[in-house]
């Protein structure tokens, strides 16, 4: 088995050899949590800062500490930053660094902390942050789904249920849909990052430290609302990343429904939509084909950000308070899957500003199936003040006449009608069209043209603020 010669130069006081290169593999971090970099010297900062202020450090140490850090995230960001595997994390890198920069100094600013509340501190600031990206993203979707709404809020298209076609709907509407739901998601997230808020550096190893640290001071200095006030749970939760991620599922899920919409509008036979040559792809080997690839993908991220939430659930289910290094496994799938979502909110972004609907086509398909039956039996009830079930008697037998005929309803004649129910007179004529039954669903929620447009505005404001 090969060796590594030298031993941890962090930790290796009572080490007299090196790890196993396999041990060194599994065990190192630093190839992905590198990405902490930017947090971890934020944090390393704000605890230095703290240090002097409580007169743990002197304010001397405490400068070349603050300069060294500096001058290690300039490194870092050029590139010119050596990452080593056999310092494990980043931040060992980051100290071991430091040391280099700085001598004896370097030492000190572990006083206090351990790497189990560092760690927690940085990946908490990196989730935060990508919360808040997150959701403004989702806000930019949003906006995007509104403008195709109010351009579109008296468009007719099938409403389906079992994806057979129900009712008329306005494509308006159905694009509104999409925007309360990604309302919710982004409430999710923004709920997730509230109860995130709370500040675990300080908390040491598991137990709290001995020295006189002011928390407060480190959590406000790096945006947090306040300590985390128990240290155990300080250093070994991780259910911010847990909701982070169910609120990404949860919005993945959502974002997954319509681009399956996508794909189906988009084939030959439904030609709802098209997608511009941007969001499109060739087949190398058929000439004429234009595949929705974008919304497919969308589609299948769902599973990857899914299976993330599913990953990090299964790693914390078994582990005792406090630390174990099964939470190292923390980081990885919640960095894909934040950022695959990010991925696929800038796609979806891009395709819902780049689709035409198909007027003529949505309207026509709007009409098949008998889609207006319900608008019939309605008529039926307000009309002849017929009980619900009897309209709905009434109006399958009418339904099943246009059948056997090959017509729709409203091409039936009103003899025809009246021998299936003498009572019925023309006014029926005014609710078999689609047009007329979109424009009639005006209570609160319905689908009618003039509530599309007073949601638009509803969200306009929401959305400017
Ligand atoms: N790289 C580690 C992680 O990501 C940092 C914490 C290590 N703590 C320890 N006690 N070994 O979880």
Same mark, same amino acid.
């Given at each position: 088995m090969t060796q590594n010669t030298s031993g941890n130069k962090m930790w290796g006081g009572r080490f007299a050899q090196g790890p196993d290169a396999i041990m060194e593999e599994i065990n190192a971090s630093i190839d992905f949590d590198k990405k902490l970099?930017?947090?971890?010297?934020?944090?390393?900062?704000?605890?230095?800062?703290?240090?002097?202020?409580?007169?743990?450090?002197?304010?001397?140490?405490?400068?070349?500490?603050t300069k060294g850090l500096d001058t290690i995230l300039l490194e870092i960001e050029k590139g010119d930053f050596q990452f080593s595997r056999s310092l494990e994390?980043?931040?060992?890198?980051?100290?071991?660094?430091?040391?280099?920069?700085?001598?004896?100094?370097?030492?000190?600013?572990?006083?206090?902390?351990?790497?189990?509340?560092?760690?927690?501190?940085?990946?908490?600031?990196?989730? =935060? +942050?990508?919360?808040?990206?997150?959701?403004?993203?989702? %806000?930019?979707?949003?906006?995007?789904?509104?403008?195709? $709404? @109010?351009?579109?809020?008296?468009?007719?298209?099938?409403?389906?249920?079992?994806?057979?076609?129900?009712?008329?709907?306005?494509?308006?509407?159905?694009?509104?849909?999409?925007?309360?739901?990604?309302?919710?998601?982004?409430?999710?997230?923004?709920?997730?990052?509230?109860?995130?808020?709370?500040?675990?550096?300080?908390?040491?190893?598991?137990?709290?430290?001995?020295?006189?640290?002011?928390?407060?001071?480190?959590?406000?200095?790096?945006?947090?609302?306040?300590?985390?006030?128990?240290?155990?749970?300080?250093?070994?939760? =991780? +259910?911010?990343?847990?909701?982070?991620?169910?609120?990404? %599922?949860?919005?993945?899920?959502?974002?997954?429904?319509? $681009? @399956?919409?996508?794909?189906?509008?988009?084939?030959a036979q439904f030609g709802f939509v098209s997608l511009s040559d941007a969001f499109s792809t060739g087949s190398s080997i058929m000439p004429q084909k234009r595949n929705p690839d974008a919304a497919e993908l969308v589609?299948?991220?769902?599973?990857?950000?899914?299976?993330?939430?599913?990953?990090?659930?299964?790693?914390?289910?078994?582990?005792p308070l406090a630390y174990s290094k099964d939470m190292q496994e923390d980081k990885e799938q919640t960095f894909d899957a934040l950022e695959n979502l990010s991925l696929v909110?800038?796609?979806?972004?891009?395709?819902?500003?780049?689709?035409?609907?198909?007027?003529?086509?949505?309207?026509?398909?709007?009409?098949?199936?008998?889609?207006?039956?319900?608008?019939?039996?309605?008529?039926?009830v307000r009309s002849l003040d017929m009980p619900f079930r009897n309209a709905h008697h009434v109006t399958g037998a009418l339904v099943a006449l246009a059948e056997e005929k090959k017509c729709g309803l409203e091409d039936l004649s009103l003899a025809a009608m009246q021998a299936v129910e003498p009572r019925i007179h023309d006014g029926i004529f005014d609710v078999l069209s689609v047009e007329k039954s979109v424009a009639s669903r005006k209570a609160y929620g319905g689908t009618a043209p003039e509530n599309v447009l007073e949601q638009v505005k509803r969200w306009k404001s929401l959305l400017d603020e």
């Open positions: 970099a930017r947090q971890d010297i934020e944090g390393s900062k704000a605890h230095a800062a703290m240090l002097v202020h409580c007169s743990i450090l002197t304010p001397e140490d405490g400068e070349k500490i994390d980043i931040h060992m890198n980051v100290e071991a660094r430091l040391r280099d920069l700085i001598g004896e100094a370097a030492g000190r600013l572990h006083t206090a902390r351990s790497r189990n509340d560092q760690v927690a501190t940085d990946f908490k600031l990196w989730v =935060r +942050d990508t919360l808040d990206t997150l959701s403004e993203q989702l %806000a930019d979707l949003q906006k995007a789904f509104v403008q195709l $709404a @109010e351009k579109n809020h008296d468009v007719v298209m099938p409403g389906f249920t079992h994806l057979q076609t129900a009712q008329p709907v306005t494509f308006g509407h159905h694009m509104l849909a999409y925007v309360e739901m990604l309302g919710r998601d982004r409430g999710r997230f923004q709920d997730a990052r509230k109860r995130l808020n709370e500040c675990p550096l300080g908390s040491a190893a598991l137990a709290g430290t001995p020295f006189p640290i002011d928390r407060m001071m480190t959590a406000r200095a790096l945006g947090f609302d306040g300590p985390t006030a128990n240290s155990l749970d300080g250093v070994s939760d =991780r +259910d911010f990343a847990l909701e982070a991620l169910g609120a990404a %599922a949860i919005c993945s899920v959502h974002l997954s429904r319509f $681009a @399956e919409e996508l794909v189906i509008w988009c084939s589609r299948a991220k769902a599973g990857r950000i899914i299976g993330a939430l599913n990953a990090l659930l299964i790693v914390m289910k078994g582990l909110l800038a796609a979806m972004t891009g395709m819902v500003g780049d689709l035409t609907p198909n007027i003529a086509r949505l309207k026509e398909a709007a009409g098949h199936g008998f889609s207006t039956a319900t608008d019939l039996a309605d008529w039926l």
